[in-house]
């Protein structure tokens, strides 16, 4: 099975690279076939905050795929070219 930020970086993808988080979870559901644990929605915020420049808990040196299209708060989410 693949991680969870890959599955992240996946859902973003199968969703044209911008989405609502919301959309993110339910698509990140239909890639892993609902094998998700009771925290799935709390690990797939935590992936998008700790590999985004744009989140307080971004680590530097740290791969940054996502960012925050309309700013903090919104949860519009997208994909950096990587």
Same mark, same amino acid.
């Given at each position: 099975?693949?991680?969870?930020?890959?599955?992240?970086?996946?859902?973003?993808?199968?969703?044209? +690279?911008?989405?609502h988080?919301?959309?993110?979870? $339910?698509?990140?559901?239909?890639?892993?076939? +609902?094998?998700?644990?009771?925290?799935?929605?709390?690990?797939?915020?935590?992936? /998008? $905050?700790?590999?985004?420049?744009?989140?307080?808990?971004?680590?530097?040196?740290?791969?940054?795929?996502?960012?925050?299209?309309?700013?903090?708060?919104? +949860?519009?989410?997208? /994909?950096?070219?990587?």
């Open positions: 099975m693949a991680t969870w930020k890959e599955d992240t970086i996946q859902a973003l993808k199968n969703l044209g +690279g911008i989405a988080r919301s959309k993110i979870f $339910e698509e990140v559901a239909k890639i892993r076939k +609902g094998n998700l644990n009771n925290t799935w929605q709390y690990t797939i915020q935590r992936e /998008l $905050e700790t590999y985004s420049s744009d989140s307080d808990v971004f680590i530097e040196g740290q791969q940054n795929i996502f960012y925050m299209v309309e700013g903090k708060g919104k +949860g519009i989410w997208g /994909l950096r070219n990587l």
